[in-house]
Structures are given as C-alpha cells and as structure tokens.
T-cell receptor
Framework: KQEVTQIPAALSVPEGENLVLNCSFTDSAIYNLQWFRQDPGKGLTSLLLIQSSQREQTSGRLNASLDKSSGRSTLYIAASQPGDSATYLCAVLDSSYKLIFGSGTRLLVRP | ETGVTQSPTHLIKTRGQQVTLRCSSQSGHNTVSWYQQALGQGPQFIFQYYREEENGRGNFPPRFSGLQFPNYSSELNVNALELDDSALYLC?????????????FGPGTRLLVL
C-alpha cells in the first residue's frame, strides 16, 4: 500500500531564506509526482508535476526533484516571500491512477 | 482559477441525513475524481469516474456513491452521515486518465455534520 510522508509538518522561516520541503513514498511504481499549494480553506493549486522518467522540474523560484528509486522528492523554494505562506502537499499518481497525498507541510514566511 | 466549480461552498447537516455535492468539470475534461480532506490532513481518494463509469475507488464505505453525467459534471452522494464525515470535499478533473495529465482541483465544499 502506497504511503506518502512529508517532513517537516510545519516550518517557519524569515523572509528571503531558501528552503527545502521533503516528501517520501513507499512504492516506487508511480506514474508521476506532483507538488500542490493549498491556502487556508481553499482548494489545491498544482505547482509542479514530475513524470516518473524525469529527475526535476522548475517553475520560477520553485524547483522539484524526484528520485524514484529511493522514493524521495524535494521541493526547493528560493528567496522565500510572505506570499509563499501556505500548506504544501506532495502527491504521487499510483499504478491505478489514484493520487495519494501526504499530510502536507505548513509553511510560514515571516516578514 | 482552474475552471472547476463546486457547489455548495459550505453545508451543515445532522447525523443520519443524506447529502449531495456537485462538481462541474473544466471544459473538455472527461475524468473526475473526488477526495475527502479532514482538518490537518492530506486529501484522501474517494473514487474516480471516467466517461460516466466508476474507475477506481478508495477505502470508503458504500454509503459514499457518485455519478458522472454526459456533460461530465459529477455528484458525490453520502448517505447516513456520521460526525467523521465532516471535512472538505474536493473534486478534480482531467482530460484523460493518462498519467501525463495533471488534475485540476475545484475550491471544495466544506461539510459539517452535527
């Protein structure tokens, strides 16, 4: 059974810092891995999608990597801003096309 | 804005009642998935519909059921509501089941069961 774990559960950093969010999954038989952002009480916004054959994806200040063999992904946020404060969710698309989510990392960027 | 809409935005029900939640997919999308997100947790997959047929189900009891219509809009029905059903319910649509396609999420319906 696929399980997705995110560490840390919460993170508070001063504005301008570079930071790394971690995601691990137990079954390497995935089609892709996605990182989402969720603002309080809102739906999910897709940030980056990495196919199983890819190693990383970049969008602006965000960079996500995938090491499928070790079951790990990281989301790197450069030069963090208060507007980056949100919950970041990692999800893998399993072999039956189900998205399996981690519990998220709550990020607070202090001005 | 993803083009996926859900209604209602909020709902309060009492234990034992039945509820219907609605989702309108992004134009051209024929696949819809439903998720339940309890407070402080990640979303959990309920089921998926592809071209009006159920196409996979998570670990949810049969009192959770769904429909997808010819225009690819969808409903989630929950019977005999329990207190633990209180959660944010999210629907997500995609163009196909294909693995290269991302899913686009709606804003969710927040259900409170008293």
């Amino acid at each position: 059974k696929q399980e997705v774990t995110q560490i840390p559960a919460a993170l508070s950093v001063p504005e301008g810092e570079n930071l790394v969010l971690n995601c691990s999954f137990t079954d390497s038989a995935i089609y892709n891995l996605q990182w989402f952002r969720q603002d309080p009480g809102k739906g999910l916004t897709s940030l980056l999608l990495i196919q199983s054959s890819q190693r990383e994806q970049t969008s602006g200040r965000l960079n996500a990597s995938l090491d499928k063999s070790s079951g790990r992904s990281t989301l790197y946020i450069a030069a963090s801003q208060p507007g980056d404060s949100a919950t970041y969710l990692c999800a893998v698309l399993d072999s039956s096309y189900k998205l399996i989510f981690g519990s998220g990392t709550r990020l607070l960027v202090r001005p | 804005e993803t083009g996926v809409t859900q209604s209602p935005t909020h709902l309060i029900k009492t234990r034992g009642q039945q509820v219907t939640l609605r989702c309108s997919s992004q134009s051209g999308h024929n696949t819809v998935s439903w998720y339940q997100q309890a407070l402080g947790q990640g979303p959990q997959f309920i089921f998926q519909y592809y071209r009006e047929e159920e196409n996979g189900r998570g670990n949810f009891p049969p009192r959770f059921s769904g429909l997808q219509f010819p225009n690819y809009s969808s409903e989630l029905n929950v019977n005999a509501l329990e207190l633990d059903d209180s959660a944010l319910y999210l629907c997500a649509s995609s163009f196909t089941r294909d693995r290269v396609e991302t899913q686009y999420f709606g804003p969710g319906t927040r259900l409170l069961v008293l």
